[in-house]
Structures are given as C-alpha cells and as structure tokens.
Nanobody
Framework: QVQLVESGGGLVQPGGSLRLSCAAS????????LGWYRQAPGKERELVGT???????NYADSVKGRFTISRDNAKNTVNLQMNSLKPEDTAVYYC??????????????WGQGTQVTVSS
C-alpha cells in the first residue's frame, strides 16, 4: 500500500504565501506524475497543477504565475508554493501521485487533503 500525507495548510491573509508538501510512503517502485487538486465548498474538485517525472509542469490558468510545483525524488515529496494568495484560493488541497507499486502495476493515489483558507 501507498500513503500520501499533505501538510502546510492553514489560514493566511490575502496576498500572503503558503507552502504545501505531500510525502509519499509505502510500497513505491516508481513515482510518475504528481499533482495538486483543490475543492472549494459547493464546488467540484479541480486541477491546480501537475509535474511529470521529467519535471515538466502544467498549471490551471487561475494559478499561473502565482503557484509553483516542485518535486524531490529522493524524498518522494511534491511541493506547492503558493504566492499572492486570493480569497478564491480557499479550498481543501489534495495531492495525488501516479505510482508503480509492483512491477507493471500502477495506479493513482490520493492524500487526505489539507485546508487552505485565505481571509483577512
């Protein structure tokens, strides 16, 4: 089994910054793509951004230029640096990872989520 654990959420004022981290542990052979999603109250879960094994990144238009995804393969972690935060960034943030857990077997795993609240 694989576990993903997010950390770093909290309350921040508009214009502030937060850094989220997600650590993967367990039966991990290879971590392929990693991603961050978010879900605001009453809304569907949406993509924030992704990073491939080759470190290519892709971001939602709403966060481009403000958020940065990075990964540390040695530590099996993915980070989300969030700058210039806005109230509309308030949501539960989830990481996910496409992980090969046995030879030839891969699936996507999800973390439990971490709350980010942007408010004055």
């Amino acid at each position: 089994q694989v576990q993903l654990v997010e950390s770093g959420g909290g309350l921040v004022q508009p214009g502030g910054s937060l850094r989220l981290s997600c650590a993967a542990s367990g039966s991990i052979l290879v971590i392929n793509a990693l991603g961050w999603y978010r879900q605001a109250p009453g809304k569907e879960r949406e993509l924030v951004g992704t990073i491939t094994s080759g470190r290519s990144t892709n971001y939602a238009d709403s966060v481009k230029g403000r958020f940065t995804i990075s990964r540390d393969n040695a530590k099996n972690t993915v980070n989300l640096q969030m700058n210039s935060l806005k109230p509309e960034d308030t949501a539960v943030y989830y990481c996910n990872a496409d992980i090969m857990y046995r030879l030839g077997l891969s699936r996507v795993w999800w973390g439990q989520g971490t709350q980010v609240t942007v408010s004055s």
